[in-house]
């Protein structure tokens, strides 16, 4: 596990800045750029998987009941699985004012 | 010692390319560079060196190949003048930041408008902070000789950098010089096959040229310009190592008749030799004026040069290329640079003189120390003037 980019000198640094460990993009929390954020009405989901398809950062994980939920670590508020919902299950809110 | 022999000197690096057997050549060509491509693409074709050789559709592509291709280990070599060098600047600065030994020989020429195929330096300063190795050629041989120089420099561990060999169109590139030429098991003992430290390879995959936010990317340029600092002792190393191989014993300031002058001509690439005729004409009569030539520019050498110049009266710096609407030439500015925090130095005196190939003899470095002199004798100490223009 890399450590955050605050804690890193100059000494340190590979040359070049090569990225000796593959995959470290999932520890950059994308979360924090969003506004809006995904709210699923799980009485109007029918499975689908659109949103899991559609979105992309990759952020929809099915969960153990079958449903699929945004991991609000990675997902900026974009909007997309809202958009493409084709039973209007997904709704964007603000963040903090969900009821 | 090795073979002495006749060779234009664009022939002469390609067989030197050769010599230090790179993977992969990748470059487009233009005026005054095509020499040293279409030689290599001869030798390729032949079969006389085993290498992958790119003909690219554009500078910005041969110098993105050879990013390419250095980073999964290949030794990599490109060349090219003026407007290509322009259009592969984007990746002069990513070459040297993912820290990639790509060689690449510049023949030097001015940049367009008004089109312009002849020699200056107004192309290799358009990329001064681009953060490569920046040795200057004086004569065909410097160039042949820098090519083993540069590679073993810039793929050593301590170093991984990529290197520029200046060498000026046309006065040199298409010039027919005597050049000794250094025989294949030297060069081979002299310049192992690169080891690179990480490389493109699916066994250990490892990501180059990722994003740094605003929260590391100081750290990257400071670890970047640390790097180019510290490849100097390398650089001392290598030229020792060369001399004592060879008997060419290479400094990052050559010196000529410097002992006890009182005017210094300061220049930079082939200026040399003519500037060294002039000073022998002018010590013939009595003048008391040596030469001083710096061979590397970046990393700029700033104790050598002082410890060069700060004996001397007046130094007349002669630049080949303009800084418009800035202080007058390049060389100048750094000159100005490295003396400014000493208490006594000498007074500079700028020309800018053989711009778009316009020949600069010995008179004319005669005149332009008269001139000089002439005027900080009469109090003119931030003299600076593009030589030779018709009022």
Same mark, same amino acid.
């Given at each position: 596990m890399t450590k955050p980019e605050s804690e890193w000198t100059w000494k340190e640094l590979p040359a070049g800045t090569v990225m000796l460990e593959p995959g470290n993009a999932d520890q950059y929390r994308t979360g924090d750029w969003k506004t809006l954020k995904p709210v699923l009405n799980k009485e109007l989901c029918i499975h689908c998987g659109l949103c899991y398809i559609y979105c992309p950062d990759m952020s929809y994980n099915l969960n153990a009941e079958g449903y699929f939920i945004a991991d609000l670590f990675y997902c900026k508020g974009c909007g997309i699985c809202s958009k493409e919902c084709p039973t209007g299950a997904i709704t964007m809110v603000v963040e903090g004012e969900e009821k | 010692m090795g073979k002495r022999v006749g060779m234009e000197v664009s022939i002469a690096a390609a067989e030197a390319v050769k010599q230090c057997n790179v993977d992969?050549?990748?470059?487009?060509?233009?005026?005054?560079?095509?020499?040293?491509?279409?030689?290599?693409?001869?030798?390729?074709?032949?079969?006389?060196?085993?290498?992958?050789?790119?003909?690219?559709?554009?500078?910005?592509?041969?110098?993105?190949?050879?990013?390419?291709?250095?980073?999964?280990?290949?030794?990599?070599?490109?060349?090219?003048?003026?407007?290509?060098?322009?259009?592969?600047?984007?990746?002069?600065?990513?070459?040297?930041?993912?820290?990639?030994?790509?060689?690449?020989?510049?023949?030097?020429?001015?940049?367009?408008?008004?089109?312009?195929?002849?020699?200056?330096?107004?192309? %290799?300063?358009?990329?001064?902070?681009?953060?490569?190795?920046?040795?200057?050629?004086?004569?065909?041989?410097?160039?042949?000789?820098?090519?083993?120089?540069?590679?073993? %420099?810039?793929?050593?561990?301590?170093?991984?950098?990529?290197?520029?060999?200046?060498?000026?169109?046309?006065?040199?590139?298409?010039?027919?010089?005597?050049?000794?030429?250094?025989?294949?098991?030297?060069?081979?003992?002299?310049?192992?096959?690169?080891?690179?430290?990480?490389?493109?390879?699916?066994?250990?995959? %490892?990501?180059?040229?990722?994003?740094?936010?605003?929260?590391?990317?100081?750290?990257?340029?400071?670890?970047?310009?640390?790097?180019?600092?510290?490849?100097?002792?390398?650089?001392?190393?290598?030229?020792?190592?060369?001399?004592?191989?060879?008997?060419?014993?290479?400094?990052?300031?050559?010196?000529?008749?410097?002992?006890?002058?009182?005017?210094?001509?300061?220049?930079?690439?082939?200026?040399?030799?003519?500037?060294?005729?002039?000073?022998?004409?002018?010590?013939?009569?009595?003048?008391?004026v040596g030469l001083v030539k710096i061979r590397l520019w970046r990393p700029f050498p700033f104790e050598e040069f002082k410890k060069a110049t700060l004996g001397a009266k007046q130094l007349v710096v002669i630049d080949r290329a303009v800084s418009i609407g800035g202080p007058g030439g390049p060389v100048a500015s750094e000159v100005k640079s490295a003396l400014y925090g000493e208490v006594m130095h000498p007074v500079v005196y700028n020309f800018v003189a053989g711009l778009g190939g316009r020949d600069v003899s010995p008179a004319d470095f005669i005149k332009m120390v008269d001139k000089a002199e002439i005027e900080i004798e009469e109090g003119n100490k931030e003299g600076y003037e593009i030589y030779g223009v018709r009022e």
């Open positions: - | 992969v050549i990748s470059a487009y060509p233009i005026t005054p560079q095509t020499h040293v491509v279409e030689h290599l693409s001869e030798l390729v074709a032949n079969g006389e060196l085993d290498a992958e050789f790119f003909c690219v559709e554009s500078e910005h592509s041969a110098l993105s190949v050879c990013v390419g291709s250095e980073a999964t280990g290949a030794r990599s070599f490109t060349c090219t003048s003026s407007q290509g060098l322009a259009l592969m600047s984007e990746i002069t600065y990513i070459a040297s930041a993912l820290r990639l030994p790509i060689v690449m020989v510049i023949a030097n020429r001015t940049l367009s408008a008004p089109i312009n195929i002849w020699n200056d330096h107004s192309d %290799v300063m358009s990329i001064r902070d681009c953060g490569w190795i920046q040795f200057f050629a004086e004569n065909g041989q410097d160039v042949y000789d820098h090519m083993f120089i540069a590679y073993r %420099v810039a793929e050593a561990h301590e170093v991984l950098l990529p290197v520029i060999i200046n060498m000026d169109g046309f006065t040199l590139s298409h010039v027919i010089e005597p050049i000794e030429l250094v025989e294949q098991e030297k060069v081979d003992k002299f310049l192992p096959p690169y080891q690179p430290l990480y490389r493109m390879h699916p066994d250990r995959p %490892v990501t180059m040229g990722g994003i740094a936010l605003p929260g590391i990317f100081a750290e990257t340029k400071k670890a970047q310009e640390v790097a180019l600092w510290s490849s100097m002792p390398k650089i001392l190393e290598t030229w020792k190592a060369f001399g004592d191989m060879t008997g060419r014993y290479y400094n990052p300031v050559e010196t000529y008749k410097t002992e006890d002058a009182e005017t210094l001509l300061v220049i930079m690439g082939s200026f040399g030799e003519t500037a060294s005729a002039a000073v022998d004409l002018m010590r013939e009569e009595g003048r008391s």
